[in-house]
């Protein structure tokens, strides 16, 4: 019995990726690893998501061997210091006042595998970010519309990113979570493309 094309699997709990996985027209299933993250000042900013997005990605992958998993990892740097999800509230205030006035690196390393075809691809995507200078009030409100807890460098640059951002240079979707362009050209790769709209 002559088998179909693989299946997309999103290897990620995040409503981001999900939500451009979407809107780019991939159709996909949705398996969260349950890895632990590193964020260290033992990795680069490079090194800590390429690592990151490989382990959730061969977690997913050994049980699903026969389809393409994608996953992926984000994280900030500020001047040589990664900076990943905050643990509380105080902590994404203070990272918040830390990024105020600065531009800041924003990397996302993507891992995509076809354990039962052997094949592999993984690639990170680099992109610069220009924060306003912003007053404890505005990150106080801010921090009052979103949850920063899910989120590397505790902001998010869709819906309310105008409020703290003044400028990307490069991949927005990048900084979102999922570089598009060079993913959906990845995933082209592997027999999996986007539905186009009738």
């Not at 061969?58 to 994608?70: G, H």
Request: glycine share 8%; hydrophobic share 45%.
């Amino acid at each position: 019995m002559k088998r179909g094309p693989p299946r997309l699997v999103l290897a990620s709990a995040s409503p981001r990726r999900r939500q451009l996985l979407a809107d780019g027209g991939f159709a996909f299933k949705i398996i969260a690893p349950n890895v632990a993250e590193v964020s260290s000042r033992d990795f680069t900013l490079c090194e800590a998501t390429s690592w990151n997005a490989l382990r959730k990605g061969l977690v997913v992958a050994r049980d699903q061997p026969d389809d393409v998993i994608l996953a992926a990892d984000t994280l900030v740097e500020l001047h040589g210091h990664v900076i990943g999800k905050p643990a509380d509230r105080a902590e994404a205030a203070r990272i918040l006042r830390l990024l105020s006035g600065r531009t800041h690196s924003v990397a996302s390393s993507v891992f995509i595998g076809h354990l039962g075809g052997g094949k592999s691809e993984n690639f990170t995507v680099l992109s610069r970010v220009v924060f306003k200078k912003l007053t404890d009030r505005a990150i106080k409100e801010y921090l009052a519309e979103l949850d920063p807890l899910d989120k590397a460098g505790a902001y998010a640059a869709q819906g309310t990113g105008n409020v703290v951002i003044a400028r990307i240079i490069g991949s927005r979707s990048n900084v979102i979570g999922l570089p598009m362009d060079e993913t959906s050209a990845a995933l082209a790769r592997f027999g999996i493309r986007a539905r186009l709209c009738a």
